[in-house]
């Protein structure tokens, strides 16, 4: 296996299982829908110690951003695992605060610098982690079911359905949701397509465009039954894709930060260590979670095959650079998505399993050929 895809296979495929609980026809746990959802929300939100001091109003903590009355349940159940270790980082002031405290009264409840490097040491914590990971899933699986409850049964839109109730609130979903059962007469004719479109239709919804469309191309990459593809982060270089990251002094968010990388910064990885690599920046080496970057095409010397098999593969040589790459992978998704068109000629190639149709299917078997799967 081609160890260099990591990456982009995680962004472009997710190999992951879908399809809602037996009580539906599609009879896959309802678990695999969720861990899909939050492997995606996950990946655009947060850290374990990030802080928003003041997101609109009140502050906003942790992997998905828990805001305001949410972001003091999450502190509670943190103090709850283990309260001596969570008095011996607080304040006597903030500790008390967060144990005697009504969800209601954080509504409106934003941090001090003082504060916000407070909790983060305790965000920090491996309790924080458990705790995060624990309610991250039970909220993802509520939005689940809130989906499942209007009738909508189709894998994908229910997990495109869990990020927008990340985004928007149960009050916000519901409305998109109502109007996309409208429009396709029944929840359980509700496409990833049809939600995808009335989200786009919806003020608030389509007020983030470029997540809208990120989350349907992902959701639309989704494949039900391969999940043997296990790859891995790699050295080479990076492109920064999160708004600033954090550069900090070892490989895991307990480590003191370091400096901020803006945003399509390119990088030089030179150690992997899990997801997260080694880079030296503005005169300092630190570490940077490379969930929060791009591996660049092309920064590795490729392995040099010359067998027929290989030279025959370059017939879905889409782009035309001469090799089977993420890049073709990428293109034929996004004819898949009806968001790029390819002349009739490409359009052969590009029909991997040549069923006469242009699908993520055909996607998925180009990359797989291109990581030396197939």
Known sequence: MVRSMKKIITMILAFMLLVSSSVYANAYDIDDIVNAAKSYIQSKEGYYDSINANDNGAVSIGRVQWHGARALQLLKMIVEANPQQAQSILTTSLYNEIVNSSLASWNYRCFNSEEVRIVKKLLATQESKDAQDQLSFNDIKGYVIRAQSMGITDAKALVYFADLENQLGGGGVTRVGRAAVAKAGSGDKVTLKILYDVAMEDSVASSS???????????????????????????????????????????DVTYDPILSIAEGTQVTVTEVSDDWGKITYLGQTGWISLLYADYLDGTLPPKEDTSEETKDNLDHDINGNGKIDAGDARTVLRVAAYLEKLPDEKRVIADENEDGKITAADARGILRIAAKLK
Do not use: H, Q, W
């Not at 990120?214 to 989704?222: F, V």
């Not at 920064?240 to 002094?249: D, G, N, P, Q, W």
């Open 209 to 251: 465009p470029g997540r809208r469309k990120s989350t349907y191309e992902y959701c639309l990459s989704l494949d039900f039954d391969n999940l043997e593809v296990e790859t891995e982060f790699v050295p080479g270089k990076y492109k920064i894709t999160a708004s600033y990251l954090r550069m900090r002094k070892g490989p």
